[in-house]
């Protein structure tokens, strides 16, 4: 598997922008935040939309520790009242059951995502209920190690780039992205960095 944090890359992408050696000098390079593929670490995704990490693990925790397995199959004998007792919203519930339909029937198998290109694997798994752009990048870029996806979606690393460039508008931040292919997935790992580093926070994988 390609290794996203390399020392080669981080030379070439802090020769392509200035910002990346500013956050190398103050911060080092950051983690390889390498997570397992497959249904727990999506599982996991999903929980961690739009709500901090901290809120992400801890619920992930919960219902965790309320099933016997984390599984397809015992996801879907979760009942509303249930989620809402391991502080899983209705929304978030309906998409893990999705997800766990979807694997259920056969419509997504992990194995093979890992030998398709980055936009079928998006494809893919932008057709269950609940994952849009965001989820399937994370997917990536965390489980498939994608060298040369850009997270566009992400709050902290919009607001990073806006805090070290000034530029704010979404289309010039994918312009301004543009310069950092093919490593743009290191580029965000960067910009993780820095955002938790200078708020003292610490990523829960």
Not at 24 to 34: C, E, K, M, V
Not at 172 to 199: D, G, T, V
Request: proline letters at 3%.
């Amino acid at each position: 598997m390609i290794n996203i944090v390399n020392q080669n890359d981080i030379n070439r992408l802090i020769k392509a922008d200035k910002i990346f050696h500013r956050i190398f000098l103050r911060y080092g390079a950051p983690p390889n935040w390498l997570r397992p593929q497959g249904f727990i670490t999506l599982s996991k995704i999903i929980l961690g939309q739009q709500v901090s990490l901290e809120s992400a693990n801890a619920h992930f925790k919960k219902l965790n520790d309320h099933l016997p397995a984390f599984t397809p199959d015992e996801i879907i004998k979760l009942s509303d009242g249930d989620m809402r007792n391991c502080q899983i919203s209705r929304q978030k519930s309906g998409y893990l059951r999705s997800l766990s339909n979807a694997i259920i029937n056969g419509d997504v198998d992990f194995n093979k995502l890992s030998g398709m290109q980055n936009s079928d694997v998006k494809d893919k798994l932008k057709m269950i209920r609940g994952i849009g752009d965001w989820t399937a990048d994370i997917y990536l870029m965390f489980c498939l190690q994608a060298k040369d996806v850009f997270p566009i979606e992400d709050i902290a690393v919009t607001t990073t780039i806006k805090e070290l460039t000034k530029v704010a508008i979404k289309d010039e931040i994918i312009s301004l992205s543009e310069k950092w292919k093919p490593n743009r997935s290191l580029a965000a790992f960067f910009l993780w960095h820095y955002y938790l580093n200078k708020r003292n926070r610490n990523a829960i994988i």
